[in-house]
């Protein structure tokens, strides 16, 4: 067996990168973008200004903002052959895989002159579209396309219900909460995309195959699988231990990176808090809470911000299985952002395994090896 390098398993405690775009303090439970708590920004920014400051490092002036808005909304269209070839998928395909798709083959839309830039912003403006596109086919409503008058998430909202809500500025606000986190596994895994100098689109499509996974950003979904078959707080207790005894995960819970309260899980905590009405499985998730705690304690595993994003996502009527491209609509910017960084002192990721299979084996013709009896 090779000896000369040490392994990290599942990459912990190494760095991979310089970055400057966000800052995660695991003990405190503290999240940072660009120099701008999480907190500031949810309760001052949106989407759009959020955005521009992931991308560019300081908050736009107003010319700034509009020249991101009218960006973003000017290219939300989709061209009609790929709204074609979405009426020809199958109608139970997962929307993360439609999302994955769509990605992939608008590459073959964009110009090779393209800048890098310009291919993120096409990108962060289409995924709504085809969220809210897959939405309607799927349900067989007719497609509501994009109101040029309605600012990035708002707009996402019309075109999937017809309608928007009033609390739409909390659907904006969550978009923040999710645009960033530093090297997660999808932001990792297109960096290395990036690395070896590929297309924005190619770059996308490695991070939603990655994010759709259940210990990433589907666990959303699962989250609310869960909350379903628990179904009342009489059986949190014995359904949560039951897991613990399988010793199975619960998901919305534990990080990487995080050893307390992941400070998006508060955040989202304290809005579902203040929202008036009675909120479809709130108090199942507070009771899961409970007694997860108290069965882990100083184990340092805590709810993540999956564990009650989708809580408020079912609040806006949006199905379980969208969960994770919301999370996607989101977290291109941050996506995006590490790409461009990463590849301004570009060195393709090139690790290495260590093998520790067999050596000088005697290579046989088929015909050569001898069936026994
Ligand atoms: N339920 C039960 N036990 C857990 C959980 C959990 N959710 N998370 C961690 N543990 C235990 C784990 O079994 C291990 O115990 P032991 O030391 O006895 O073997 C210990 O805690 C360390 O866990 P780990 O799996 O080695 O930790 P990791 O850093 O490799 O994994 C994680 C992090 C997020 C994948 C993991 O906590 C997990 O699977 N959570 C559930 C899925 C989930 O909620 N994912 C969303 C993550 S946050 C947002 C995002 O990235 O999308």
């Known amino acids: 067996m090779e000896t000369k390098c040490e392994v990290k398993h599942g990459l912990e405690g190494v760095a991979v990168a310089i970055s400057s775009i966000s800052y995660v303090d695991g003990e405190k439970g503290e999240l940072i973008y660009r120099g701008f708590s999480i907190e500031d920004l949810v309760e001052y920014s949106n989407f759009e200004e959020t955005a521009y400051l992931i991308w560019f490092g300081n908050l736009p002036n107003e010319n700034e903002l509009d020249f991101i808005n009218a960006m973003l909304t000017k290219k939300r269209e989709l061209p009609k052959n790929i709204i074609r070839l979405m009426y ?21 839309y964009s110009s090779d002159n393209n800048s890098t830039f310009e291919d993120a912003i096409n990108l962060t403006a289409k995924i709504p579209t085809i969220i809210a596109y897959w939405y309607r086919i799927k349900n067989n409503f007719s497609l509501i396309h994009p109101n040029e008058d309605l600012k990035h998430s708002e707009n996402f909202l019309y075109m999937m219900f017809g309608d928007i809500p009033q609390e739409k500025e909390l659907f904006d606000k969550s978009l923040i909460l999710h645009m960033e986190q530093g090297m997660n596994a999808s932001t990792f895994a297109s960096t290395v995309t990036a690395s070896t100098l590929s297309d924005v689109y190619s770059i996308i499509t490695t991070a939603l195959g990655t994010l759709k996974g259940q210990l990433h950003g589907g666990a959303n979904e699962k989250v609310l699988m869960m909350l379903e078959e628990i179904r009342t707080i009489d059986y949190v207790e014995k359904y949560v231990n039951d897991l613990i005894l399988k010793r199975k995960k619960i998901m919305g819970f534990g990080h990487r990176i995080y050893k307390t309260f992941d400070p998006r899980a508060k955040i989202l905590k304290k809005w579902l808090n203040e929202i008036k009405e009675e909120i479809r499985y709130y108090k199942i998730a507070l009771k899961v809470e409970e007694v997860v705690l108290k069965n882990f304690k100083g184990k340092k595993i805590y709810p993540n911000v999956d564990f009650y994003s989708g809580i408020l996502y079912n609040y806006f009527n949006i199905p379980k299985d969208f969960f994770t491209t919301i999370f996607a609509m989101a977290r291109i910017v941050g996506w995006t952002a590490h790409a461009m960084e990463y590849c301004k002192n570009n060195r393709i990721f090139r690790p290495r395994s260590i093998y520790n299979g067999p050596k000088n084996l005697d290579y046989k013709k088929i015909k050569e090896v001898k069936i026994n009896g």
């Open 88 to 108: 020809l998928f199958p109608k139970n395909a997962h929307p993360m895989e439609v999302l994955r798709s769509v990605v992939s083959v608008l590459g073959m």
